[in-house]
């Protein structure tokens, strides 16, 4: 199986920026599609950004134009650039996985479509 591990979280001010990142190991593993989702206390995970295997990206109508999604695929290292940041957007970030194994597609931003998830990081905007 994949291990995901996201860093680069902590506190920014409001309008500034953080880069996020995903590193993947394990033996054997592939992706179809990759993501970044956040999740706010006592809510659902939200999805972000997508990256498909071929390229093709989704965000969410929030994020758009302001964050960007992409990867390093000779370090498997999965990056979210995050710019003019909101006070709203405090919350701990996922990165995620899906690849054959997974049972269920819901669509790119829906959670249910992702089979390997990372601990989380968090970011904190401060107003």
């Known amino acids: 199986q994949v291990q995901l591990a996201e860093s680069g979280g902590g506190s920014v001010q409001v309008g500034g920026s953080l880069r996020l990142s995903c590193a993947a190991s394990?033996?054997?593993?592939?992706?179809?599609?990759q993501a970044w989702f956040r999740q706010r206390p006592g809510q659902e995970r939200e999805g972000i950004a997508t990256?498909?295997?071929?390229?093709?990206?989704t965000y969410a109508d929030s994020v758009k134009g302001r964050f960007s999604i992409s990867r390093d695929r000779r370090e498997d290292t999965l990056y979210l650039q995050m710019n003019s940041l909101k006070p709203e957007e405090t919350a701990m970030y996922y990165c995620?996985?899906?690849?054959?194994?997974?049972?269920?597609?819901?669509?790119?931003?829906?959670?249910?479509?992702?089979?390997?998830w990372g601990q989380g990081t968090q970011v904190t905007v401060s107003s």
């Open positions: 394990g033996p054997g593993y592939s992706s179809y599609c």
């Open positions: 995620a996985w899906r690849d054959v194994g997974a049972a269920i597609w819901a669509g790119y931003l829906a959670a249910q479509s992702y089979n390997y």
């Open positions: 990256l498909a295997s071929g390229g093709a990206t």
